[in-house]
């Protein structure tokens, strides 16, 4: 075993290193093929194609825990799908809300992007977009694959849900039932139950790992709550 390995060690290293170029050299969108720049790329997709900015949206819809990345000229760096336009729609299974009108199409989503999203070190990344003329605050998903932050449009319409069970209906736990600002996926808190149980895993660590796999280099841009875990996992373990 050890033998085959050595005789593919180069081989799988020129694989390794060729996957961290762009997968193409004219730099092109090949999935909408209508010229747009492919500047993004999915780190949980089976497929490695790059994307621009329009196909990453459209293709991570109900995807929004994936982790991405830009290209910044001389290697893909850590990004956020709200930073290539992706907003969360509450309320109606996703799609948008008929009270907020207006065109929520890919296109448009990655244009308002490209004037509101702020870098990933940006502190004022908390701060709300602008999109269609409506003012949409950041709603904080903490999942197994790290911390996602998305604008979200809630819905607001007469017979609304409140913000705590539009969540759930979206399978997102919410970190509190006024007006929550964070919400965890049931992924992430089934294996927080299991990692506390079989290893005894403090909160504390907890944190500190779902902070490296946001940002493995730089942690401390995303930062969790040392207390992830102890209020929600209390409410969560105890439902039957």
């Known amino acids: 075993m050890l033998l085959d390995y050595i005789s593919k060690e180069q081989e799988y290293l020129h694989h390794i290193l060729a996957g961290h170029a762009p997968s193409n050299s004219s730099r092109v969108c090949q999935i909408c093929r209508t010229g747009r720049t492919a500047d993004w790329r999915c780190r949980d997709c089976s497929s490695a194609d790059d994307l621009c900015d329009v196909c990453v949206v459209e293709r991570h819809s109900f995807n929004l825990c994936h982790r991405v990345q830009r290209w910044g000229g001389t290697y893909f760096q850590d990004s956020f799908l709200a930073q290539a336009g992706l907003c969360l729609h509450l309320g109606n299974q996703g799609r948008p809300c008929v009270c907020r009108p207006g065109d929520w199409s890919a296109e448009t989503l990655a244009s308002a992007a490209q004037i509101n999203a702020p870098a990933l070190t940006d502190p004022n990344f908390n701060q709300a977009f ?100 102890l209020s929600e996992l209390a409410d969560y373990g105890n439902l039957p």
């Open 130 to 229: 602008e999109i269609n003329g409506y003012h949409l605050p950041i709603l904080t998903i903490v999942s197994r694959t790290g911390l996602h932050r998305l604008p979200v449009a809630w819905c607001t319409c007469p017979s609304a849900q409140s913000k705590d069970l539009q969540l759930l209906s979206l399978c997102l736990f919410p970190g509190s039932q006024r007006d929550p600002r964070t919400a965890y996926t049931f992924n992430l808190l089934d294996y927080l139950v299991l990692d506390n149980l079989e290893t005894k895993t403090s909160a504390r660590a907890f944190a500190a790992k779902v902070q490296r796999l946001t940002s493995p280099y730089f942690p401390n841009i995303g930062k969790v709550r040392s207390s992830v875990g």
